[in-house]
């Protein structure tokens, strides 16, 4: 089984429709991270969750919220999906004490495999 | 963060030493350099990272400048498996609040024929 799991993999909606993508890890971080890519871009930052009580906005949150439920789970909401939200979804986990120094250091992040999301 | 700058794509004979190199004049003391990839449309993957001193693992080497400014992704050998997009990427130091900032740009579309 994947560390980073995300769910569904592939979702097609319409205009206006609420949206979770959600994603659970066993890695045990606390970090957690919302990501969206576009077509021949890179990966933005929606929002992050350093511990369940601790979530702040990325430099894309308009749009999105997020819900911590527990260290292993951290879901991406879309209250009223647009078309411009069409876009491949990644979540990531992180620790920051494997193998580096410093609290503030990000460390490696781990991927879940993507959540493909169309709004029509 | 420190801004990180690639070349958009390079060609690489299998067999080859595959080098990619990352601009990062801007960085910090205390980031570290980290590269991933991705292939197709796959979640990335972790490579390597660094701080001050050239590291070795069994995907890759990364070659920093003593200045830090730069640094070389090597992966000695690359196969047609190798072909991916290659991010470089170098995380703030996180000290607290919000708007972290972890972007990855556009990275290089490292392409190995056979």
């Known amino acids: 089984d994947a560390d980073v799991t995300q769910t569904p993999r592939n979702r097609i909606t319409k205009t206006g429709k609420r949206i979770m993508l959600e994603c659970s890890q066993t890695k045990g971080h606390d970090r957690m991270y919302w990501y969206r890519q576009d077509p021949g871009l890179g990966l933005r930052l929606i929002y992050y969750?350093?511990?369940?009580?601790?979530?702040n906005k990325g430099e894309i949150s308009d749009g999105y919220s997020v819900s911590r439920q527990a260290q292993a789970k951290f879901s991406l909401s879309l209250e009223s999906a647009i078309p411009n939200q069409t876009a491949l979804y990644f979540c990531?986990?992180?620790?920051?004490?494997?193998?580096?120094?410093?609290?503030?250091?990000?460390?490696?992040?781990?991927f879940g495999e993507g959540s493909r999301l169309t709004v029509l | 963060d420190a801004k990180t700058t690639q070349p958009p794509s390079m060609d690489c004979a299998e067999g080859r030493a595959a080098n990619l190199p990352c601009n990062h004049s801007?960085?910090?003391?205390?980031?570290?350099v980290y590269w991933y990839r991705q292939i197709h449309s796959q979640g990335p993957q972790y490579i390597i990272h660094?701080?001050?001193n050239n590291e070795t693992n069994e995907m890759a080497s990364l070659i920093i400048t003593e200045d830090r400014k730069s640094s070389t992704l090597i992966l000695p050998h690359a196969t047609l498996r190798d072909t991916a997009v290659y991010y470089c990427?170098?995380?703030?130091?996180?000290?607290?609040?919000?708007?972290?900032?972890?972007?990855f740009g556009k990275g290089t579309l490292l392409t190995v024929n056979p």
């Open positions: 660094g701080l001050k």
């Open positions: 801007t960085i910090s003391g205390n980031e570290y």
């Open positions: 990531a986990t992180s620790d920051p004490e494997s193998g580096t120094s410093g609290r503030g250091n990000t460390g490696e992040l781990f």
């Open positions: 969750s350093f511990d369940v009580k601790d979530i």
């Open positions: 990427i170098a995380p703030p130091g996180w000290s607290g609040g919000s708007n972290y900032k972890l972007t």
